[in-house]
């Protein structure tokens, strides 16, 4: 059975861009346009992958990932910053915070998935 994913992104052309990428590779997706919104479902659903905009309008995904990591989701959930930021030090303050990979935007609609399903497994094979 193919994992879960949270998308918590408020740019609805993203939303809509990530959502036809997973949906259409069968994947069951769960969306939250903003941080609350996605601690909310995170809590509820406990997705197998979540995917996390940096920015958005009440909180950063940056506080958005310390609060899942410090939440009682599995710890073998799998938390992907998608994200336009890309100036340095950026994906390291994500990782720091508790992101496990980092694909920046825009994304590439032909490597995506597998980007996504990398980091998914190197983080499950812990």
Do not use: H, W
């Not at 710890?75 to 992101?99: C, F, H, L, P, R």
Request: hydrophobic residues 40%; contains cysteine.
């Amino acid at each position: 059975m193919m994992p879960t994913i949270l998308i918590i992104e408020d740019n609805m052309q993203n939303m809509y861009m990530l959502c036809y990428l997973l949906e259409k590779n069968q994947y069951q997706v769960l969306k939250a346009y903003n941080g609350f919104e996605g601690l909310k479902l995170a809590r509820i659903n406990n997705p197998e992958i979540i995917l996390v905009d940096i920015q958005l309008p009440d909180m950063d995904g940056y506080a958005i990932c310390d609060q899942l990591r410090n939440s009682d989701l599995p710890k073998n959930t799998t938390i992907i910053a998608v994200t336009s930021y890309a100036m340095e030090g950026d994906k390291e303050k994500a990782m720091q915070v508790g992101a496990d990979g980092y694909i920046e935007k825009p994304i590439n609609p032909d490597t995506f998935i597998n980007q996504m399903q990398e980091v998914y497994l190197v983080k499950n094979q812990k």
